[in-house]
């Protein structure tokens, strides 16, 4: 375990330092790793946790009813016939009343993290389509080598956990869209190739960058042995103290924020032409559905005949 946790933060500390020169921005560097971690490293502790444990526990309860049969059998003197089915079935782990409710957790944070925050992390889907196709054997092999099988319960939907994660998918609208908005640079590239310059990028850099001068420095936040005079940092400010802001911060503000409303309502109105074109329930079974009730309607109504014409011989 100490191997596993000094390779994973060795990993992630390189995976920050390539992050941080990829996404400049500090929020932006923090979220990625965040996924990462979710992705990856947690994953991977949820599948040894759940296949662990379960498997310790089946093999420690394996050895001591091998001890005891093996003590009942010296005292007894005979050897027992082998162990029926059902009393191998009966060792197994008890399935529990909330199996379901844990697994439905699971994909539903999952789900949640992946939809959230894809912009910022556009490898998340490949992470959960890998851990989706492990997670989905291991499941299986769980369920039927150390779980006793559960009981059958009858239910027309996922219940409350469709809702959830509708709810889910309507939200990651606004959080992709403030994500890219606000952490893109594309936004003060359109603002500056629209109204600083004549459809170029030449002096982008200057435009982007506010200077400060380091004589300002309080006295706590001096750069000890520095000779630079200036130093140029990523905003909109004025050069001169009190350092407020350029005209071009509020500019660059209000196409951020006109970028997240037209972005959100065209991605609002592509998702509800894709529901309202795609039906919840395919033509086919449509079909079959109207087919089986018309042929339950003529049986009903073959059926009543037939009590009426019993009833009228019966009168007779």
Not at 41 to 54: C, D, F, I, N, R
Not at 78 to 85: D, E, V
Not at 245 to 254: G, I, K, T
Request: charge should be positive.
């Amino acid at each position: 375990c100490v191997c596993v946790c000094v390779c994973v933060c060795v990993c992630v500390s390189e995976v920050e330092s390539a992050v941080r020169f990829i996404f400049p921005h500090r929020s932006q560097v923090e979220l990625v790793i965040q996924m990462l971690v979710v992705f990856v490293v947690k994953q991977l502790l949820s599948m040894a946790t759940e296949m662990g444990l379960p498997t310790v526990k089946r093999l420690i309860v394996h050895r001591m009813r091998a001890k005891n049969l093996q003590a009942a059998e010296l005292q007894a003197g005979k050897q027992r016939p082998p162990q029926p089915q059902w009393e191998e079935d009966w060792a197994l782990a008890p399935s529990r009343k909330l199996h379901l409710f844990d697994e439905y957790l699971e994909m539903v944070l999952q789900f949640g993290f992946l939809t959230l925050f894809m912009a910022a992390m556009p490898l998340a889907p490949m992470f959960a389509l890998l851990n989706n196709v492990m997670e989905l054997r291991l499941d299986a092999w769980k369920m039927l080598r150390l779980m006793r099988r559960p009981l059958a319960r009858r239910a027309s939907d996922i219940g409350a956990w469709e809702q959830i994660m509708s709810s889910l998918g309507a939200l990651s609208l606004v959080t992709n869209a403030v994500v890219v908005g606000f952490t893109s640079e594309q936004v003060p590239r359109l603002v500056y190739r629209l109204t600083a310059s004549n459809g170029s990028f030449d002096g982008y850099i200057e435009w982007r960058l506010s200077s400060f001068n380091t004589a300002d420095f309080e006295a706590a936040s001096q750069v000890a042995n520095s000779s630079e005079a200036i130093c140029y940092y990523r905003d909109f400010r004025q050069p001169e103290p009190p350092y407020n802001w350029r005209p071009e911060h509020w500019h660059v503000l209000a196409a951020r924020l006109s970028f997240v409303l037209v972005f959100e309502h065209l991605v609002l109105a592509l998702r509800a032409l894709v529901m309202r074109l795609v039906p919840r329930v395919p033509a086919g079974v449509r079909r079959e559905i109207r087919r089986e009730r018309r042929f339950l309607r003529k049986a009903l109504f073959r059926q009543m005949h037939q009590a009426e014409r019993k009833e009228a011989e019966a009168a007779v």
